[in-house]
């Protein structure tokens, strides 16, 4: 049995917070760099230098690289060994966003209710908490600040086992086209395939948390990521929409095992801004 | 590359195109989606309004705080569409000019040839480089709105592209330029 202290993991969600929207992760900055260099179009091409400036201004003067710095989803993988002391678990992960969003100039992002109030909680509480258990004693913390442009345009739909690979092509594929202009393109594309309805958007959120230099292990869903990526290419929707040559970064996929009935499918659209990093307790 | 001198002028605005490079000077009024809620809701309640609309570019933003020293924060534009269904009323009351990201509706479009208008877009995600270019900040209402509010910013050279102009064309719909 291993005692970490809670207010280990407020630190670490602030202090990931606080840097991830000011500095690109530097696979996704090279992949903006390579894509801007293969840039022809002359408006697609103003707009991929502009990123590259933006990312130099942002590191430097610590200005967010995008106003809209997100919901903070946290994933919280607990070695079995762990007991946590200090306090709450839930409110320490909360602290944590609190601490990171009105201690770093962050954008307060959410309201409360949905529908009815929609107040400004004014400190980007609360935070979406994902739990699970790994063996050993330390905690695995990763975190993700994901903006609503792009969120918004991120989908579900229930396949058959009979649309099979063909099915979730031209569902990606579609739903990369609805995102079009205004999510934000060049995209990072994350892809949940199996499980249930809700487990499936997640696995699409999982996804992304892998680095865009690494793909799939398995080499059949690697080969799907990278065809879906050259077809998204084709669509040419480009950076910001002017038909460039850039439309995704990076397909991720994600799969888990589904029922024998089912094929679940989920695109969670990400824009360029691709922010989320991960810490180890010990 | 044009320098528009903001508010537009008539003939800024009959001479803009679709895809043109511009360079923005001059007072823009900061909004978007909880504000124009409320803004529509004060023209249909015949309620004065917190600023004055008649040649008005409003920019949708919800900038991050401003650190000490800095006028702005990180202050990129949000997705435009979701402004969609307030513009014809705000056209009416005189805005000529809107700053976003993304596609219109074809209800705005309308909406900018009847009342001459343009749409300007710039690029998302790159909120910091365009806090360089706005060079004053002041609060005009909604403050408990926080980064919803509405402000008015003066900007130096704020970079854009002409996304819809008043014959219909789109910069989304542009071919691909060699």
Redesign the interface.
Known sequence: MKEINVNQITEAIASMAADIACIYDPAVFSAIQKASSNERDEKSKTVMDMLLKNAEIAQKERIPLCQDTGLMIVWLHVGQDVHFVGGNINEAVNEGVRKGYTENYLRASSVDDPLYDRKNTKDNTPAILYTDFIEGDHVEIEVMAKGFGSENKSALKMLTPADGEEGVKKFVLETIKNAGPNACPPFVVGVGIGGTFDLCAKLSKEAMLRSIDHSNPDPRYKALEDTLLEEANALKIGPMGFHGATTALKIQIKQAPTHIAGLPVAVNICCHVCRHAKKVIS | MKTIQLPLKEEDIRNLHA?D?VLLNGTIYTARD?AHKKLVEMIENHEPLPFDLHGATIYY???????SG?VI????P??S?RMDPYVKTLAECGMKGMIG???RSDEVKQAIKDHEMIYF?C???????L??CIIKREMVAFEE????AVTKLEVKDF?C?VGCDIDGND??D?????
Do not use: M, W
């Open positions: 895809g490079a909880a933003v919800g900038p991050t705080p401003a650190r800095q924060g990180s202050s990129g949000t997705t569409s990201k993304g596609r877009v690029a998302g995600g790159v909120g910091a480089l806090s360089h709105l926080l980064a919803e970079p592209f910069i989304y542009l071919e691909e330029e060699a």
